[in-house]
């Protein structure tokens, strides 16, 4: 039985001190446009599972399209880079997004065209660009030069400023390989998942997780020992403490119990994340017992 605190924590976005960070200097990458007249991008890079998306999420949540006096006003533009990728595709997906009718009809020109009179008829302040690794191809794995080349020109011609979301390492070698391109880019910046030094971080988290009543622990670990025990299970990523979660949120309610115990976490570990991840199931051991899970 699904219940609806697993969904709400599933959904749920739990800002933290690097999060709110990173939406701060997407916030001044507006501003610094504005202010200058130029375009100041930033590139978010990080592994699969460290919250990029959420971040995005977070940010535009307030800032949805809407109808002024002047016709649709469209603050973030935001869409997934298509795969495979070609210059005309991606005018394409950029044009249905922002609601362009004939957007797969006319010339490479033309298409170009209508994107920056749209993109500055609808005052969109910022065009996030989610899985921008995928300008990169999987079978030569280069970049493609005439994709990034055509979206140097659409910064410049729009003075709009891009975010671009993708995958550690792989982000960085778009910009890298157009130099034209990287100086669009000022703003670099790497989510990480919660470290060993950031054990205080993500106490606050999970705490903030169980303050908003999406979930309760029961006391047979100190919360010392359940964040690290937690932190060892999931590499401290948050889309593996989530997924742990939401699993344990699951089997305490199959199982009718009050509370998420270290058997529940040891059950939602082997299930969902012993199969991927290269670590010993911390919430096995006793509590006296000294964890070592490398």
């Excluded at 130029?38 to 599972?49: A, F, Q, S, Y």
């Excluded at 997934?80 to 957007?103: F, N, Q």
């Excluded at 705490?207 to 100190?222: A, M």
């Amino acid at each position: 039985m699904i219940t609806d605190a697993t969904t709400r924590i599933s959904k749920s976005i739990i800002p933290y001190p690097r999060f709110e960070e990173l939406v701060r200097e997407i916030e001044q990458c507006i501003e610094l446009s504005k202010a200058t007249g130029e375009p100041h991008c930033m590139l978010l890079d990080g592994e699969t599972g460290t919250g990029k998306s959420t971040v995005i999420k977070y940010f535009v949540r307030e800032n949805k399209r809407y109808e002024a006096s002047t016709g649709i006003v469209i603050p973030h533009l935001i869409l997934t880079t298509p795969s495979p990728v070609t210059v005309k595709g991606m005018a394409s997906v950029m044009l249905e997004k922002i609601g362009d009718p004939a957007y797969d009809r006319g010339s490479q020109t033309s298409m170009n065209a209508r994107l920056v009179n749209l993109i500055k008829e609808c005052n969109v302040e910022m065009v996030i660009l989610d899985e921008i690794q995928h300008l990169i191809r999987s079978d030569t794995d280069k970049v493609l030069n005439d994709v990034s080349d055509w979206l140097k020109v659409l910064i410049k011609e729009t003075g709009v400023p891009f975010l671009i979301v993708g995958i550690k390492g792989k982000a960085k070698r778009i910009l890298q390989a157009n130099s034209q391109l990287e100086r669009l880019f000022p703003v670099r910046e790497t989510l990480k998942p919660f470290g060993i030094q950031d054990l205080d971080s993500l106490s606050n988290f999970i705490l903030t997780i169980e303050q908003n009543g999406l979930i309760k622990f029961s006391d047979d670990l100190s919360r010392q020992e359940l964040v690290h025990r937690i932190y060892c299970a999931t590499c401290g990523t948050v889309g593996h403490i989530k997924s742990l979660l939401v699993y344990a949120s699951f089997l305490q309610q199959e199982q009718n119990l009050t509370e998420i115990t270290p058997s529940l976490l040891s059950q939602a570990f082997i299930k969902r994340l012993s199969t991927h991840l290269n670590v010993k199931n911390p919430f096995e051991y006793p509590r006296t017992k000294e964890i070592n899970i490398f």
